[in-house]
């Protein structure tokens, strides 16, 4: 999911990286910070082989945040490392192509903030560099969790420094279910479509389920395919990708949809997106929805006028496989691959002194100031949310319960999302067209991109 960030964990003030510059470039100026808040990020950093000449590193973030604890972050790395100069850039939309063509002219970023389909793939064309040096230089690099940190391994070697990581459930409104007489929350699909039954009143113009095929299709789509017991494409052992549309996993997601469809218990518009959707939950027409858990969303849910008393959680329920899985995205910073290491060791004392225990602290007080803390997933394990202020226990429960059948994106998606998404509206808006021939007939529009998407894999091994 990653081209969509717009319910990050705490809010987008968590994201420590986060620097100012949106839409531009732009040098950090230094104005200071207390003295033992510059030691403790400085020593937290213990960066690998610091540059002593004057160097400008230029980093390529995904968007901006001027929160107060960002901005006095970039204050502080300025001071103490003064031979560092920042130049800022939001990350071009055409991502990993654009990161490519930066390497290849020899003017690659020294770091890159980006989520985790395009690291992955970035990693198997060669175009990131190993970080596995820069670690064992680093002590601090133990306290970030383990699980997050795998996540951008491959074949033994580390690629990236995580910094925030997501999880999907379900939302709902508890009012609604109490009076609907549901006293518990759906553990598997068949359970799902009973209890989406019980909430949908046609009187009131109130129905079960919102369920977006439209806007975010195949990325709330794939969750559905894995509880079935498949996946959309295959990530084969070279890095190459092969298409999966057509796997029996994904037709009987397919025909659960066209179920939730035909017993009437999703909105009667298909043609609603998730907006409008939040909205409708917001109101009481719609008893469920599936959303990012954390406290960003929830806040969305309230400003469109839910009451925050009234909304529950639960997690993805089980499939015909037997098992339930939900989609995680989590976001991250690379080093591009370059042989200068003055410009590669310099990114990486950002990166540390960025996501160092004493600025996630700062960033979490200064969320703390503003009102009662969202529960999170955080990339550090020396940082407890419940130290810093009160969290919400409920939300904070099925986050972790999400988080142990959390997976993340199917691979290939910046090359084959857009075949997807097109593919799960049409079976979704022509309730009349054969699934299986719909879903062959978009993984043979995809195979172009997939040929060009292996070609390029391919060639950065030579």
Request: hydrophobic share 40%; aromatic share 10%; net charge negative.
């Given at each position: ?34 003295a ?64 490519i ?103 009131k ?19 559905w395919?894995?509880?079935a017991?498949?996946?959309l494409?295959?990530q ?44 409708d ?27 925050a ?10 499939g ?41 602290i ?90 060009e ?10």
């Open positions: 999911m990653c081209k969509r960030f717009l319910s990050i964990i705490l809010s987008a003030a968590l994201c420590t990286g986060l620097l100012s510059g949106c839409g531009g470039s732009g040098t950090a100026e230094s104005a200071g910070s207390t033992a808040a510059q030691t403790s990020a400085a020593s937290a950093s213990a960066p690998a082989a610091e540059p002593e000449k004057d160097i400008t590193i230029t980093l390529w973030q995904q968007a901006a945040n001027t929160a107060e604890a960002t901005l006095a972050m970039q204050q502080s790395f300025q001071k103490d490392n003064p031979h560092i100069k920042l130049n800022i850039v939001e990350t071009p939309d055409n991502g990993t192509d654009a990161i063509a930066a390497i290849a002219a020899g003017n690659a970023p020294a770091a890159i903030q980006m989520g985790y389909p395009t690291v992955m793939s970035y990693i198997y064309r060669n175009a990131c560099l190993p970080i596995d040096d820069f670690i064992a230089k680093t002590p601090d690099f133990s306290n970030f969790e383990k699980t997050q940190v795998e996540s951008f391994a491959v074949n033994g070697k580390h690629y990236a420094v995580p910094y925030d990581k997501y999880v999907m459930g379900f939302y709902y409104n508890k009012r609604l279910f109490e009076e609907a007489g549901v006293t518990s929350t759906p553990a598997t699909w068949d359970e799902f479509l009973e209890t989406a039954k019980k909430l949908t009143n046609p009187a113009q109130q129905y079960g389920f919102g369920l977006d095929a439209i806007q975010w299709g195949c990325w709330h789509f794939e969750t395919v894995w509880g017991g498949g996946d494409t295959k084969n052992s070279d890095g190459t990708l092969t298409l999966t549309f057509t796997d029996p996993a994904a037709i009987k997601a397919a025909e659960f949809y066209r179920t939730l469809k035909k017993e009437k218990v999703i909105q009667s518009d298909g043609t609603k997106n998730l907006e409008a959707l939040t909205k939950f917001a109101m009481g027409k719609s008893a469920i929805i599936y959303d990012s858990i954390n406290a960003g969303t929830l806040a969305k849910f309230v400003d469109a006028g839910a009451k008393e009234e909304i529950g959680y639960f997690a993805f329920p089980k015909p496989s037997g098992n339930a899985y939900t989609q995680a995205g989590a976001n991250a910073w690379v080093l591009p691959a370059t042989s200068d290491m003055d410009i590669a060791n310099a990114g990486w004392t950002y990166i540390m002194y960025a996501n160092s225990k004493n600025e996630l700062n960033t979490l007080k200064e969320q703390a100031a503003k009102g009662p803390l969202g529960a999170a997933i955080l990339a550090r394990t020396d940082v407890k949310v419940s130290d810093i202020g009160e969290i919400d226990a409920e939300m904070q429960a099925v986050m972790d319960a999400s988080n142990l059948i959390s997976k993340p994106e199917f691979y290939g998606k910046g090359a084959v999302g857009s075949f997807a998404d097109d593919m799960v509206a049409k079976i979704f808006g022509d309730t009349n067209s054969d699934i299986t021939k719909v879903f062959q007939e978009y993984q043979d529009k995809a195979a172009k991109a997939v040929e998407f292996n070609k390029s894999v391919k060639e950065s091994k030579n």
